[in-house]
């Protein structure tokens, strides 16, 4: 009845109503589809390790540590979370160190061989870059850095480098030449001017690249597992027990690799899409 | 020695850096691929091969991509749509439709194997609702489909993220007057999806499926946790050839068919994908 006497107004907001509630809809559940796999995780993560194997299970935590003291205290654990903690720091040092001077270059300055260099960072996107680690494993044991913190450094630097040099390349271009060019007429020298006047500017993205190449080579796992034998890293030590652990053990990892992930991207939120726009060009 | 030369001595770090740990390993590992002790030879792709492993091997990671991929295309669009759709809540969607980005593959897989393992809540929910009476061996051996199955929803789970943050970018640089022009002459919200968002995302488009495509065929560490060994794929057999089989050169003829597989597929969607110069925004 109402139908019949609404005015084509009365409908397209009717309509308009209906799309806004199927938009939510679609985005809650979205939403569940991404959070409810984590959220199972850490319901194995906080119960007791009989509850992990038992069946049928229980949707929710029962706040027992029994699990995670288990894991915590498993022989290597411990080694393998501050070596994981140590790889990373290390490649975010390395990846910022040489990447964010080549966003500056690339951002300040025309010269011959700027677009080769492009070139050679966005190549590093079409290749399997893990996969380096399979000839690198002969160089390092010939160089002494096989097993070595550093050595598993420098090729997770390879995965997080073009980022930072991406990253850095758009940060700088966002600020503008020109309060540079004020400093050096106030008497700055380009140091200081790079110093005082853009560093200060530019530091919270270049902080948002480091945490994301801390968060590439806490993550990663074929080049971990390939390269370091005692020195495992979580990711390493987490794969090569895969098939002699108990459950409550692989779920207890998984959520400490997961958590500080969390932290990590929630941390960078601001710049993922700037980073990954600039990407495209 | 400024001017000229400082664009050059800030770029060096990261080129010298690239030449060493990117190019240097892959003429490295060309030349293991092709040689066994010293002699030219093409034994170690034959060898490869020749695995009864091997045609499954390729299947598998091939299937695995043809599935996954159209997927995450599918619903990255659809996630990258209704986020810009939404009028509260933006970031918070979009932060929680990113969390995957920061987990590690390996995380994934074990997320996953919470929800598929025997005692899992897969198999709980189901005998909650009645439906089985037993539990359930979704991963065990003689299940391939129901692994493979869980491969890749882990995969659609853990990698829909990257494509959709390279898209909602993309988005952020189609110029809004597109759409109210298009409003104007009538045309709906799908007609406006299809006919200004779809070609104008093109650049993007080609960027989230090349570097997804090259990530689907370096799946390894959610096989790794879900499948063990009973659902073999191209990273997973190179990783054995190094350490179960002791055979590098075997293992480098593996690494050059997924990179070369990886640089077939960019070159595909690079000429598939081309955007015109005088069509970009």
């Not at chain 2, 598998?60 to 669009?77: G, H, K, S, Y």
């Not at chain 2, 190179?238 to 293992?251: E, G, I, K, M, S």
Request: net charge positive.
């Amino acid at each position: 009845m109402s139908a019949v006497t609404q005015t084509p107004a009365a409908a397209s907001a009717d309509a308009r109503k209906a799309g806004d509630w199927l938009l939510v809809a679609t985005v809650i559940l979205l939403g569940i589809w991404v959070l409810l796999p984590i959220y199972l995780l850490i319901v194995n993560a906080l119960s007791s390790p009989e509850q992990v194997t038992a069946f049928p299970k229980r949707f929710f935590p029962s706040f027992d540590t029994g699990s995670l003291s288990f894991f915590i205290n498993f022989a290597g654990v411990a080694r393998a979370l501050w070596n994981s903690v140590l790889v990373a720091t290390l490649t975010m040092i390395l990846s910022i160190g040489f990447g964010a001077p080549a966003g500056y270059a690339l951002s300040r300055f025309d010269f011959p061989g700027k677009g080769t260099f492009r070139f050679l960072v966005l190549m590093t996107r079409a290749f399997p870059l893990p996969l380096l680690a399979l000839p690198l494993a002969v160089m390092f044991i010939r160089t002494g850095l096989d097993d070595t913190a550093i050595g598993l450094a420098l090729v997770h630097t390879t995965l997080a480098l073009p980022f930072a040099v991406l990253i850095t390349f758009s940060l700088f271009s966002g600020i503008p030449v020109e309060l540079e060019e004020a400093a050096w007429t106030l008497g700055c020298t380009r140091l200081q001017a790079f110093r005082k006047v853009i560093l200060p500017l530019a530091l919270p993205g270049i902080a948002a690249s480091a945490v994301f190449a801390f968060t590439i080579s806490w993550n990663e796992v074929f080049a971990a597992a390939v390269l370091t034998i005692e020195n495992r890293t979580l990711t390493a030590f987490l794969l090569q027990s895969l098939g002699e652990s108990p459950l409550y053990l692989k779920f207890a990892g998984g959520t400490a690799l997961v958590v500080p992930a969390l932290i990590f991207i929630f941390a960078v939120r601001k710049y993922l899409f700037a980073m990954w726009g600039i990407a495209n060009r | 020695m400024h001017g000229k030369a400082l664009p050059y001595l800030l770029l060096m770090p990261a080129t010298l850096f690239l030449c060493v740990f990117f190019l240097y390993p892959f003429v490295l590992v060309a030349f293991e691929a092709v040689t066994r002790d010293g002699a030219f030879t093409l034994d170690n792709f034959r060898t490869m091969a020749g695995s009864w492993k091997f045609p499954v091997t390729v299947r598998n990671t091939l299937l695995l991509a043809a599935i996954v991929v159209p997927i995450q295309l599918v619903m990255a669009l659809l996630m990258a749509s209704v986020v810009s759709q939404l009028e509260t809540g933006r970031s918070a969607a979009l932060y929680i439709f990113a969390i995957p980005l920061g987990i590690s593959d390996l995380a994934a897989g074990l997320i996953w194997l919470a929800i598929f393992d025997q005692s899992g809540f897969l198999n709980t929910l189901l005998s909650h609702l009645g439906v089985v009476d037993r539990r359930i061996m979704f991963l065990g051996y003689q299940s391939k489909l129901t692994i493979f199955i869980a491969v890749a929803l882990a995969e659609i789970w853990r990698a829909t993220a990257i494509m959709m943050v390279i898209i909602v970018a993309g988005m952020g640089l189609i110029p809004k007057e597109y759409y109210e022009a298009a409003e104007v002459f009538g045309a709906g919200p799908w007609k406006r999806f299809v006919r200004i968002t779809l070609p104008l995302l093109r650049p993007s488009l080609q960027t989230a499926i090349i570097l997804r495509v090259i990530l689907a065929f370096e799946v390894f560490a959610v096989v790794a946790a879900l499948g063990g060994t009973n659902l073999p794929v191209l990273m997973g057999e190179t990783y054995n050839w190094q350490f179960t089989l002791q055979d590098r050169n075997v293992a480098a003829a593996s690494a050059l068919l997924i990179l070369a597989i990886s640089i077939g597929f960019t070159l595909f969607f690079l000429r598939v994908l081309r955007v015109p110069k005088e069509a970009r925004i």
